[in-house]
């Protein structure tokens, strides 16, 4: 089994309950073939199989899939007493247990009042409204879907082909994991897989495929929703170019997690980070087992942001440090060395630059640091929320304005944390106060303090920058004086009839072009320390730093008002508001930091 991945994903299910016997050893081979396909296609990542296992298509990929050792995650609609009353048999009553002993984890999704009082009073209506949202809520957090599907529309609640819009269209209203209205929704990889069945075989329309974005690949169809065309329709691409581009965006979208996976594995093995590995609480204050996985991703993360932020400012100094040295060469040889050798020395210094620039491109040095960064940063809001007792999904509230790429952050915080979605859990009283001052010694203490120190550090670095800066120009002025000095000497002591102001005579003088040389030496210098200034982003990030320092200096005296009231409620609606802010911040300097890509110094 392919395990120890800090971010899984999911690969979720919904077909039929009736396929045919015949079929049935033919579409276990397509389901192996496509899930190895997934497998090979992301070697770093742990996979999760989502399965009601209902009888039929549900059962069946959690076979295949636990055959092939990948982990299932079993998610039931309803408490099990309830939902084994309609299994039709003893033997599959029995199949259905034996899948539960061999699940990794068994989510059972809370009960809950519908709107509508026809369905809430009537007992087959329920259930199959909580088949429906079962299906809504694999269909919204999976990121692979396999549909089994025969194509007909039988516009059933709870069906295979209402499960399939909710993929295709996101999820209605009535479910508290529904869409927004302003989501842009994913549209990730669902598989169809044509499959016949036993009963009503012709119970229903059959489904107009042509709503869907088709594209064949040999024992399946990856189907993409027909909204995609009105979102490319005035580039005037057809079917088949944005397929090309979905399929290109998922790839990279999932190649970033696979590559996060990887580092990850790297980092856990490092006996450095296993000896002095952060945890905000210790393991015994985490009473459940999913916090402790956001707990290990988050650590992750934090490790892999500091590494490669040392590797990013590093790379971005040293190739700075390169032009300014090609840049010195070819003045050393424009002024006092004009020798083949010192001129060969520009472009070779140049091509090193070149060479590390497409290193670091390659290696993703820079775009690693502020993705890593950002998702600690989300995967520490989330934490202390959960803590907390809040529901939901960190997805609805963190980079929701960002598309493209980054878009593998929100997801992977999803997956991290699938089991802590809604959760049928509700925090009694005591509990409550005991995480609040938890968390408002670790995080809202600990923040302030922390972007305090990080407020005065940046001020003070773009001080002494800026001043460094302008040292090095105001050198060059002095340096300018040098010729003055040098052209009296000219003609108090050679020519005193020499206009003073025709310096072309010093020209034939070494000192007059190792006075020139100081002077470009020094604009370089300058010039080189307020590139690093701008590419580090130094004044961005102290402003940045002073505002979320304000925000937590707010939150501190706020909450500890609370606190001290006795008013949990409010100091929770606190805690809320300040992890909105501080994901919000955290997208604003994402963003920030993704518009000053590392490039090679030209100016």
């Not at 581009?245 to 790839?251: G, R």
Request: aromatic share 14%; net charge neutral; proline share 3%.
């Amino acid at each position: 089994m392919r395990t120890g991945s800090a971010m899984p994903l999911n690969i979720g299910i919904t077909g039929h309950r009736d396929l045919r016997e015949d079929e049935i050893p033919a579409l276990e081979k397509k389901v192996e073939s496509l899930i190895r396909q997934i497998l090979v296609s992301y070697p770093n990542t742990s996979f999760r199989i989502l399965s009601p296992l209902a009888e039929g298509a549900d059962r069946l990929v959690a076979r295949v899939g636990l055959r092939m050792g990948v982990a299932l995650y079993s998610v039931l609609p309803m408490e099990q007493s309830a939902y084994e009353e309609d299994f039709s048999s003893q033997a599959s009553l029995e199949e259905f247990r034996a899948f539960l002993e061999n699940s990794e984890e068994v989510i059972t999704l809370p009960p809950v009042s519908p709107q509508s009082p026809n369905i809430a009073n009537d007992p087959q209506a329920l259930r199959d409204f909580y088949y429906d949202r079962v299906g809504a809520y694999i269909a919204r957090y999976s990121q692979f879907f396999i549909i089994i599907w025969n194509g007909i529309d039988s516009d059933k609640t709870g069906g295979t082909a209402n499960t399939v819009k909710y993929r295709m269209n996101g999820i209605p209203r009535c479910y508290k994991f529904h869409h927004k209205p302003l989501d842009m929704i994913d549209s990730l990889p669902a598989y169809h897989i044509r499959a016949g069945r036993t009963l009503a075989e012709n119970n229903g329309n059959q489904a107009d495929l042509s709503d869907f974005i088709r594209e064949r690949n040999g024992d399946w169809c990856t189907l993409y929703p027909n909204r995609l065309r009105e979102e490319y329709k005035y580039s005037g691409d057809s079917d088949e170019t944005i397929i090309a581009k979905q399929k290109d965006y998922h790839h990279r979208l999932f190649t970033r997690i696979d590559s996060f996976n990887k580092d990850a594995r790297r980092k856990k093995s490092n006996k450095e980070y296993q000896e002095t590995g952060y945890s905000f609480f210790q393991d015994e204050d985490i009473e459940h087992p999913e916090l402790r996985a956001v707990m290990d991703c988050y650590r992750a993360a934090d490790a892999l942001a500091v590494e490669y932020q040392g590797k990013t400012n590093k790379c971005k100094g040293l190739l700075i440090a390169l032009a300014l040295t090609g840049f010195l060469f070819i003045t050393i040889f424009d002024e006092i060395l004009s020798f083949t050798y010192v001129l060969m020395l520009f472009p070779l210094i140049f091509f090193i630059a070149f060479v590390l620039y497409r290193l670091i491109l390659r290696k993703n040095f820079d775009n690693k640091f502020y993705d890593y960064r950002a998702l600690a940063e989300g995967l520490r809001v989330f934490f202390f929320w959960k803590i907390c007792g809040w529901e939901g999904d960190i997805s609805e509230y963190y980079l929701r304005k960002y598309d493209g790429e980054i878009n593998w952050i929100s997801i992977g915080i999803t997956s991290v944390s699938l089991t802590q979605i809604h959760p049928d859990r509700v925090l009694d009283e005591d509990t409550l106060q005991e995480r609040i001052k938890k968390t408002f010694r670790l995080w809202i203490l600990d923040q302030k303090e922390y972007f305090s120190r990080k407020s005065e550090e940046k001020v003070i670095a773009v001080k002494r920058m800026k001043t460094v800066t302008i040292l090095f120009f105001f050198l060059a002025m002095i340096s300018v004086f040098g010729f003055l000095v040098l052209q009296m000497y000219y003609i108090s002591r050679v020519d005193p009839g020499q206009n003073f102001l025709d310096m072309r005579p010093l020209s034939s003088w070494m000192m007059y072009h190792y006075i020139l040389l100081a002077v470009d030496t020094f604009i370089a210098f300058g010039a080189s320390f307020s590139s690093y200034i701008y590419a580090m982003a130094f004044t961005e990030e102290s402003k940045q730093y002073k505002k979320m320092s304000a925000l937590f200096f707010r939150g501190e005296r706020v909450l500890s008002r609370y606190i001290n009231d006795g008013n949990w409620r409010a100091a929770y609606g606190i805690i809320i508001e300040m992890g909105l802010e501080a994901l919000d911040e955290g997208g604003d300097w994402l963003l920030t930091k993704r518009s000053r890509p590392i490039e090679i110094p030209t100016g």
